[in-house]
């Protein structure tokens, strides 16, 4: 079975630039996550997606950071434009719904994007 | 709202030594806690999880993590520590109805030889 698929996997831009992420997830898995990662920090949810619906994004930076799922199945997450405090992890998970929702369902994590902003 | 609290940002052990990752969590309904792992520019993959059956659960690579509701706790144990354990952990808490997790600040393990 493929696990998630993140491109890039590094980039390096100037601040004021912008620059967008690439998530392809687990093949039938309804949920997907972008997640940041600051440097010795724990991953923070920007955004999750139940198929192609936002469930939460009350975390996201939304005046210069978006995220679509236009299809219920790849997604992307833009930063229009970057700030140096932007400088992270980008990972992306995505997990299998159980009918009713319940939660303790495993997430599976992509290998992030590493983005400089210089 | 719920948190995890994970004490000490750097343990080091030597190898064959018992390993004791710390982790503290906060929350106002019953909640599932989870231990990840991430090695050097990889992304997470999950070491073990309490979703409410046993207490004591246990995982991959010979780690196992005890759910104690009066101490508020899930520290995560191995009792012999290999150099291929050398990573960071992270634990996470989420709760039923709401299925994001919510991260510690991660405990770097290092094992000397």
């Known amino acids: 079975e493929a696990g998630v698929a993140q491109s890039p996997r590094y980039k390096i831009i100037e601040k004021r630039q912008s620059v967008a992420f690439w998530c392809n997830p687990i093949s039938g898995h309804a949920t997907l996550y972008w997640y940041q990662q600051i440097l010795g920090q724990g991953p923070k949810l920007l955004i999750q997606?139940?198929?192609?619906?936002?469930?939460?994004d009350s975390q996201l930076p939304k005046d210069r950071f978006s995220a679509e799922r236009l299809k219920g199945v790849d997604s992307t997450l833009k930063i229009q434009p970057a700030k140096l405090e932007d400088s992270a992890v980008y990972l992306c998970?995505?997990?299998?719904?159980?009918?009713?929702?319940?939660?303790?369902?495993?997430?599976?994590f992509g290998p992030g994007t590493r983005l400089t902003v210089l | 709202a719920q948190s995890v609290t994970q004490l000490g940002s750097h343990v080091s052990v030597s190898e064959g030594a018992l390993v004791l990752l710390r982790c503290n969590y906060s929350?106002?309904?019953?909640?599932?806690l989870f231990w990840y792992v991430q090695y050097p520019n990889q992304g997470l993959q999950l070491l073990l999880k309490y979703t409410s059956a046993a207490t004591l659960v246990k995982g991959i690579n010979g780690f196992e993590a005890e759910f104690k509701k009066s101490e508020t706790s899930f520290h995560l144990t191995k009792p012999s520590a290999h150099m291929s354990d050398a990573a960071e952990y992270f634990c996470a808490v989420s709760v039923q109805g709401a299925q994001k997790l919510v991260f510690g600040q991660g405990t770097r393990l290092t094992i000397n030889p």
């Open positions: 998970a995505s997990s299998f719904l159980i009918a009713g929702g319940r939660s303790g369902n495993e997430q599976f």
């Open positions: 997606f139940q198929n192609n619906g936002v469930v939460d």
């Open positions: 929350s106002s309904v019953p909640p599932y």
